[in-house]
């Protein structure tokens, strides 16, 4: 298993939310974490980077009809 050399801190800033966002996704995804500056497995960051746009298309396509 690789590592993304990501933080849950710097997902949350590169996505413009807040940090407590990403450590709830964490949660419920199953994703072991200790801090907000704990390095993510490749998987688990691109899990959670999936997770935060597909609810983004899912808000832009709500926003449209």
Not at 27 to 33: E, F, K, S
Not at 37 to 44: G, I
């Amino acid at each position: 298993m690789g590592f993304a050399d990501l933080s849950i801190a710097e997902i949350a800033e590169d996505y413009d939310l807040p940090v407590e966002a990403v450590l709830n996704l964490c949660d419920r995804l199953g994703i072991a974490y200790k801090h907000p500056q704990t390095r993510l497995a490749l998987e688990d960051a691109k899990a959670i980077m999936s997770e935060i746009t597909a609810s983004r298309q899912q808000e832009d396509s709500t926003q449209q009809d």
